[in-house]
């Protein structure tokens, strides 16, 4: 039985790729309770890309489902975002982005570009316009 709270809207995100031809796609669900207390889920189309790494994919795909809440009414009034993903890649490094990569140039500790740099600071940018606590969960 899932457990879904009110005034949350979850979005859960995947991201895959293949290596050969490299390419990749991404799904995305929102899952959120009605004012009836009834689950609603909209399930948004897989997209392609060429070219794509996994992270890179599963990153696109959080920023994608973040970028779909701005494009969409949803009929609840919700304070919190729990994006829900697979991905170790975003969810060990989303904080990373917010707080350290962002104030040291998208560089490491090391001096060399952080990875996919230019999908973080896009997924940076995005976050203050939701005005709600957006949370990155790691589910199996």
């Known amino acids: ?6 005034n949350t ?33 909209i399930q ?19 920023i994608t489902g973040l970028k779909g809440v701005l494009e969409q009414e949803f009929e609840i009034k919700y304070n919190l ?8 890649y975003v969810k060990e490094n989303y904080k990373r982005a917010l707080f350290n990569w962002s104030k040291e140039k998208w560089l490491s500790r090391y001096g060399k570009p952080i990875e996919n740099a230019e999908q973080w600071k896009l997924l940076v940018k995005l976050l203050p316009k939701l005005k709600c606590k957006v949370e990155i969960v790691w589910i199996k």
Do not use: W
């Not at 039985?1 to 009110?6: L, V």
């Not at 948004?44 to 959080?62: D, F, I, P, R, S």
């Not at 729990?82 to 991905?87: H, K, Y």
């Open 1 to 6: 039985m899932k457990i879904i709270k009110k």
């Open 9 to 41: 809207l979850y979005i859960y995100t995947d991201g895959s790729s293949y290596s050969g031809p490299r390419k990749g796609g991404i799904g995305i669900i929102y899952v959120f309770m009605d004012a009836a207390g009834e689950e609603k889920v």
């Open 44 to 62: 948004c189309e897989e997209y392609g890309y060429k070219q794509a790494t996994n992270n890179m994919v599963e990153l696109h795909a959080v």
């Open 81 to 88: 975002i729990e994006v829900r993903t697979d991905s170790m």
